[in-house]
């Protein structure tokens, strides 16, 4: 039995927590004492319990975040409830800050606030020499990152074989956008270069060939971005995929012709545009140039291969339906491969809850803290635009729809797109566990709603899209004798996307 387990709640299975593996590689002597065991939020708590406590540890830490805090909290409650001698420790984004608000906070032993990639071994230092801190709230400093040791020798074979490998080449974030935790940080702090590429040589020959980028600004300092491209060109194969935040704004050409170099099915960004509103960017603190960011989002379409997640947020203090549709229709015009389009949340510690009083920010006080109505949006609207989010990720997004969807977005994306989106609510009742043949089939009413679309023009372009799919048996052809009967054929999301180029 090891006297000290890390544990966290993924959100899935495929998600290897980064963070643990950090406090686990900086535990020195006292890593021979340590297991890392990660469960998932679908896991009973109850279950959890029992695997923790069979185990016998002397010290748990828990990594809490927005989308675990409050299974964590049911399983540290039961816990102290059956072992109240184990140490419990917690560090995570979501008690770093307002730590004392936490109800978990009752349950636990100390906290770790910040960085814990040194702090967390000095704590089980002390605990286990029997020096346990005084002060229940334990606040980390800045580190040097190049006193750390890196985390992915720890990242077994399975663990590349089957699970999304994070990786960071810097820390922290210059920007100051107020929705983000990351407008805390003072600047982006790089890991030295020549060890962190060591690294993903080792993860490289060990097996991984998905590699997930999870710093907020990877295309800040170009130089290192194109060092980083570059070991990575030297080692393209079919299956190496490779995913980065990107600053839409900042593409110059050194970075652009370096993009063209990859192959299909390589690159995949995540381009944070959040809304083109250039007076609600100027109150969030967000610095864009919006006419460069659109410029370089079509570039991208136009002269890579690289599969474009775009992000787009709703409920931005001063952000109305219409403004708000201004930045949907302009941001579609860019052709991205998927617009993620987030509901604003308050995030623990974010400056965003500064404009509350000014604006009517009224959010859910549990997690995952999603505003619910503001002074330009009513909480009915917010309620249309969380079922539109679902839906625009269920059609749009999917890949599944790509030659149906220009018919039904015409020439007005976010108009059109609102009207769909409440017509099939208003058919379904639901936003969740629809039967993709069902929808198909709903989808083929689509003339009740839009009055230029005809039957005999759509019918071809549904039948074509269902024909992609994996579904068994017949699209009915309502108006028509004859029907379609759908193909097999192997596909995963960002390949529909990707046979459409």
Known sequence: MKN???????????????????????????????????????????????????????????????????????????????????????????????????????????????????????????????????????????????????????????????????????????????????????????????????????????????????????????????????????????????????????????????????????????????????EVQKLISRKQNNDKSKENLKWLRENTTAHIHADLIFGLPGESMDSFASSFDELVACQPHEIQMGILKRLKGSPIIRHSDDYQLVFNPLPPYNVLQTSTVSFSDMQRMNRFARYWDMIANSGRFSATLPLLLGAQPFARFCQLSDWLFEKTQQTHQINLKRLFEILLEIDELFDDLKYPDYYPKIEQDYLKTKLKGRLQNRRESSSVVSQKKRSIRQQRHLTEQ
């Open 4 to 278: 000290i387990l890390l544990t966290t709640l993924n959100a899935k299975y495929i998600h290897a927590s980064l963070g643990l593996r950090y406090l686990y590689a900086n535990l020195g002597e006292l890593q021979a004492q340590c297991e890392l065991v990660e469960y998932t939020i679908k896991t009973r708590a109850i279950d959890i319990v029992e695997s923790i406590l069979n185990k016998e540890p002397k010290i748990v830490g828990f990594g809490v975040y927005i989308w675990n805090i409050e299974e964590t909290q049911h399983v540290v409650a039961q816990l102290k409830s059956l072992r109240p001698d184990l140490i419990i420790v917690l560090g995570g984004p979501e008690v770093s800050y307002e730590t004392q608000s936490h109800p978990i906070i009752n349950y636990c032993d100390y906290v770790i606030t910040g960085p814990a990639d040194k702090s967390f071994a000095r704590l089980c230092h002390d605990v286990l020499a029997k020096r346990p801190p005084i002060e229940k709230i334990i606040r980390s400093q800045a580190l040097d990152l190049n006193t750390i040791k890196m985390p992915y020798d720890f990242y077994d074979d399975d663990d590349l074989a089957h699970r999304l490998i994070y990786v960071e080449a810097s820390r922290g974030c210059p920007f100051k956008c107020e929705f983000c935790l990351s407008a805390l940080d003072k600047t982006s702090y790089p890991f030295e270069l020549e060890r962190f590429l060591a690294a993903m040589e080792d993860l490289y020959q060990r097996g991984a060939r998905h590699f997930k980028f999870v710093d907020r600004t990877f295309n800040l300092k170009i130089k290192t971005t194109l060092q980083i491209l570059d070991f990575f060109l030297a080692k393209i194969s079919d299956d190496l995929f490779l995913h980065f935040e990107v600053i839409p704004d900042h593409l110059p050409e050194a970075l652009k012709e370096k993009l063209k170099q990859f192959p299909p099915g390589t690159l995949q960004f995540e381009v944070g545009i959040q809304t083109f509103n250039s």
